[in-house]
């Protein structure tokens, strides 16, 4: 998989350049399952979570390093790429926080973890 992201590819023909993004688009698909994971973490952590706690220098800082690495892309086409990133990030931690509180509800006895 890391393959698909540091190899160079040269397709010569739609088939091949469909099979060459397909292997992008796979490693593409776990980096951000993996990146929404650690941003639940860190929404676990904040004092202030969720929406309310975006930090929007260090968003804007995050694009500004992206596009250094990605040039051709440029601060103004990832910009709302990475918002759309961070926005699934907090969706998610959000439909997690929800569960895991309507858990602890559904359990007499018990009271849900804060997260």
């Given at each position: 998989m890391v393959g698909a992201l540091t190899r160079r590819e040269t397709p010569d023909s739609v088939v091949a350049a469909r099979e060459a993004i397909d292997?992008?688009?796979a490693a593409l698909a776990v980096l951000l399952e993996r990146r929404a994971e650690l941003a639940g973490t860190i929404q676990r952590l904040k004092p202030v979570g969720g929406f309310a706690g975006r930090d929007a220098d260090r968003e804007r800082s995050l694009?500004?390093?992206m596009a250094r690495r990605a040039p051709v892309l440029g601060e103004a086409?990832?910009?709302p790429i990475m918002n759309a990133v961070i926005e699934a990030?907090?969706?998610?931690?959000?439909?997690?926080?929800?569960?895991?509180?309507?858990r602890g509800a559904e359990t007499p006895g018990t009271e849900a973890s804060p997260e």
């Open positions: 292997r992008v688009d694009v500004a390093e086409r990832l910009g990030g907090l969706h998610l931690a959000e439909e997690r926080r929800s569960a895991s509180r309507e």
